[in-house]
């Protein structure tokens, strides 16, 4: 699919559409449908139970989403939460630089200053790509939301530009209501704010956005997982140093990269997650290396987790490893005059951090873009059973007052536990049809044998499995256990 494709479907299936639509739109903000919502609420919650429930010092937490200013100012963000902003002359269009150029086929570093993007401008001969009109002197614009707040609006705030601020702000009084162990993990999901100067592509550029992020703060001498439960885990990386894929287990890439075992664990199950969870195809799926100015100026090993979308031309970023060493609580500690490093077996410890981001908004679109299938005979959307919105149909064979009560009966009992859609609207093969397309991994059947008490088959009911199209007769009395076993995901 094409983005124009994939926007279509997500409308016309009630998965999502542009915020503010009867009014044409608000660039780079997107509402959810009934659809849309339990799809990414079940994301959601399998994310939360792969990173972090399984996990006994690992924790979900949630925080504000306006801050003040100082925080901000001491992460670093007021000064260095920048992209360059490029306008025209003539038509006062403004750009972001580096997209801007990446349409012409123009390659700047992901890290490139405004002097450096001048240079490519001038070389390029570049005009506006609105109306050819010449074009400003770039310069940096901070992507942050600001608020004023207070009866005279004179007290200044920021929308958070990135969730992981809340784990940092509340790690110390966690640690200490906790156990007071390292490694601890604080996780959160929730909405992000950036000031997007072109929003495009869908869900991948936005101005208001969720995230699914964990922190885990650890003592770098003493932080080791079970690598050895995935050292011959294999996966796709781009390493930085020769910008080439290749496919490695996690063992080969500490040995021939020297990546720490702790790190290497972690791209392991994040590929295991997007494997074995999400269903992405392995070779769908890739760690992308960042060094020199592309890398974030506070990681000391930096990985972009990256998904081959066909609607965004290719392989792109929906989420991040990042190991940022001490440089979050060594900062906050001088912002707040707070002292926030930790006391382990004795030890005074200023606690690293690696982080997992996930732009959810991002994997909800990748999930549409790679599982939905198209063969001009049949649409699919392959997800998970328990990442389905809607865990099973029920469909009356036909109209008939009996069958009919008897799939209501069902439907009922079922919707206590499952949501399930009740469809008596054309034949069995359009519904179906329609269900396979919404990604409903079972259509439950009632037919003429489910309500007749002479029949073998007498309060059984067929269900068909949306993948393999086979059917099977199950007893109404174990259908709830039935569906509870599929579409549950088991960490």
């Known amino acids: 699919m094409n983005i124009d494709d994939l926007t279509a479907f997500a409308k016309e299936k009630g998965f999502f559409w542009p915020g503010a639509e009867i009014y044409g739109g608000l660039a780079g903000t997107y509402d959810?449908?009934?659809?849309?919502?339990?799809?990414?609420?079940?994301?959601?919650?399998?994310?939360?139970?792969?990173?972090?429930?399984?996990?006994?010092?690992?924790y979900l937490i949630e925080g504000s989403n306006i801050l003040p200013e100082k925080p901000l100012i001491a992460s670093g963000h007021a000064a260095r939460f920048n992209d360059i902003l490029v306008g025209c002359s003539k038509c006062h269009t403004y750009f972001r630089a580096d997209v801007m150029l990446a349409d012409m086929n123009i390659k700047v570093s992901e890290g490139a200053n405004p002097s450096e993007i001048d240079s490519a401008v001038k070389s390029n001969n570049v005009k506006c790509p609105k109306c050819q009109g010449a074009l400003l002197q770039s310069k940096s614009f901070n992507m942050m939301v600001d608020v004023h707040l207070g009866p005279e609006k004179n007290e200044k705030g920021?929308?958070?530009?990135?969730?992981?601020?809340?784990?940092?702000?509340?790690?110390?009084?966690?640690?200490?209501?906790?156990?007071?162990s390292l490694p601890f993990g604080l996780a959160v999901i929730g909405r992000a704010y950036r000031n997007e100067i072109s929003p495009r592509q869908g869900l991948?550029?936005?101005?208001?956005?969720?995230?699914?992020?964990?922190?885990?703060?650890?003592?770098?001498?003493?932080?080791?997982p079970d690598f050895g439960s995935v050292k011959d885990t294999e996966f796709n990386v781009v390493p930085f140093k020769t910008k080439k894929q290749v496919k490695i287990t996690?063992?080969?890439?500490?040995?021939?990269?020297?990546?720490?075992?702790?790190?290497?664990?972690?791209?392991?199950?994040?590929?295991?997650?997007?494997?074995?969870a999400i269903g992405i195809p392995d070779e769908k799926f890739r760690f992308l290396e960042k060094g020199g100015d592309e890398k974030a100026f506070y990681n000391r090993l930096h990985m972009d987790l990256e998904a081959d979308v066909e609607s965004w031309g290719g392989f792109k970023e929906i989420g991040g490893l990042h190991y940022r060493g001490d440089y979050d609580l060594t900062c906050h500690?001088?912002?707040?005059?707070?002292?926030?490093?930790?006391k382990i077996n004795g030890k005074k410890v200023m606690p690293n951090v690696l982080e997992l981001s996930f732009g959810v908004d991002r994997n909800i679109w990748a999930m549409i873009d790679i599982l939905y299938k198209d063969d001009k005979i049949r649409q699919v959307l392959g997800i998970k059973p328990w990442l389905s919105p809607l865990s099973a149909a029920v469909l009356p064979l036909q109209k008939d007052d009996t069958i009919s009560a008897k799939a209501e009966e069902v439907r009922s009992e079922l919707s206590k536990r499952f949501k399930v859609f009740f469809d008596e609207a054309g034949s069995i093969g359009r519904r179906y049809a329609r269900q396979d397309e919404l990604g409903t991994p079972f259509c439950i059947t009632i037919d003429f044998d489910t309500v007749n008490s002479e029949s073998k088959d007498f309060g059984t009911v067929t269900v068909r499995e949306?993948?393999?199209?086979?059917?099977?007769?199950?007893?109404?009395?174990?259908?709830?256990?039935f569906l509870a076993e599929k579409t549950s995901y088991k960490v």
């Open 250 to 276: 996690a063992a080969n890439l500490v040995k021939e990269y020297e990546v720490p075992e702790f790190y290497a664990y972690h791209m392991a199950i994040i590929f295991l997650f997007y494997k074995n």
């Open 158 to 180: 920021y929308l958070r530009p990135e969730t992981a601020q809340t784990p940092y702000l509340n790690f110390f009084r966690e640690f200490n209501i906790l156990r007071k």
């Open 32 to 58: 959810y449908g009934h659809l849309g919502t339990l799809l990414k609420r079940r994301f959601e919650q399998c994310w939360l139970s792969y990173f972090v429930e399984r996990h006994n010092d690992y």
């Open 333 to 342: 500690s001088k912002g707040a005059n707070k002292d926030l490093s930790v």
């Open 204 to 224: 991948y550029r936005m101005r208001e956005l969720t995230q699914a992020e964990l922190q885990i703060f650890f003592d770098p001498d003493a932080f080791k």
């Open 466 to 481: 949306r993948d393999s199209k086979s059917q099977e007769r199950i007893a109404i009395s174990d259908l709830s256990l």
